[in-house]
């Protein structure tokens, strides 16, 4: 069972996760965030579920994690506009490969849009969901699923899928790893508040295929040809450079990259 506790003890944030929601079991944190009343200001949330139950992915995949052995949560945040969130969420994936990487004396890479990878498995996966009153943004969640502890994976995940036990062989304090990730979370908020370009360049550079000839996937449709993966501009675009030497740009919803 994850110890509130302990977790609290490490936490140096100056607001994040301070406002603090944890669960033994509950079905999806992000779907919990979404619904909570907001009294005074929700900015800066943490919910945490020890087991999620329906927990999820991108494009409505089943999260799989052991109970107990990972990190399952969602952070709320309250941007006045709901303008660069695909900057916000691997501005997340980015402290989490950062501190995931400290943690095995290692390097992490970004997979498009929203997955973290070690040796080409991946680690941890992100979901960000905006909730509006009306057309006025309420809030931002981004939900975060971490193998930490966990030992084995089921069917395909088995050869997609590790954790920072199977990488280093050792097992993790999981309230000392979020701690850390919150800080630095914070930390990139901060920048992404900023629109500090700085923070574009070092995502891009932790991208997978940053800088390479790729193939893309528009609309569902694949497109004939090599693109260069440009990476992402500032306001969160993906960007290419086509066959005729001209910078091409997608949103996050439109584009998928193969790198085979």
């Known amino acids: 069972m994850f110890d509130t506790q302990h977790f609290e003890d490490r936490l140096v944030t100056s607001w994040l996760g301070?406002?603090?929601?944890?669960?033994?079991?509950?079905?999806?944190?992000?779907?919990?965030?979404?619904?909570?009343?907001?009294?005074?200001?929700?900015?800066?949330a943490l919910i945490l579920a020890d087991s999620q139950l329906l927990g999820r992915g991108q494009y409505e995949r089943n999260w799989e994690a052991t109970p107990g052995q990972n990190l399952t949560f969602s952070l709320v945040f309250e941007p006045q506009n709901a303008d660069r969130l695909t900057i916000l969420t691997l501005a997340c994936?980015?402290?989490?490969?950062?501190?995931?990487?400290?943690?095995?004396?290692?390097?992490?890479?970004?997979?498009?849009p929203n997955d973290v990878l070690i040796d080409g498995k991946k680690l941890a996966g992100l979901l960000t969901e905006a909730v509006f009153n009306g057309s006025v943004l309420e809030r931002v969640i981004v939900g975060i699923g971490i193998n930490v502890n966990q030992l084995e994976f089921s069917g395909e995940l088995s050869e997609?899928?590790?954790?920072?036990?199977?990488?280093?062989?050792k097992k993790y304090s999981r309230e000392r790893v979020l701690a850390h990730i919150l800080t630095k979370i914070e930390f990139y908020y901060r920048l992404w508040l900023k629109q500090d370009i700085e923070l574009v360049k070092t995502i891009n550079k932790s991208l997978i295929g940053?800088?390479?000839?790729?193939?893309?996937?528009?609309n569902g449709l694949d497109k004939e040809g090599k693109f260069k993966f440009l990476g992402v501009n500032e306001k969160g675009s993906l960007i290419v450079l086509n066959?005729?030497?001209?910078?091409?740009?997608?949103?996050?919803?439109?584009?998928?990259i193969n790198l085979a």
């Open 18 to 44: 301070h406002n603090f929601f944890y669960f033994e079991e509950l079905g999806s944190t992000n779907s919990y965030a979404k619904k909570m009343d907001r009294v005074d200001t929700l900015h800066g």
């Open 243 to 256: 066959k005729e030497l001209e910078v091409d740009t997608f949103s996050y919803e439109q584009v998928r």
């Open 93 to 112: 994936a980015k402290a989490i490969a950062d501190v995931c990487a400290e943690q095995i004396e290692g390097s992490a890479e970004l997979k498009w």
């Open 160 to 169: 997609k899928a590790t954790s920072l036990y199977l990488l280093s062989g």
């Open 210 to 218: 940053f800088g390479s000839w790729t193939r893309l996937n528009v």
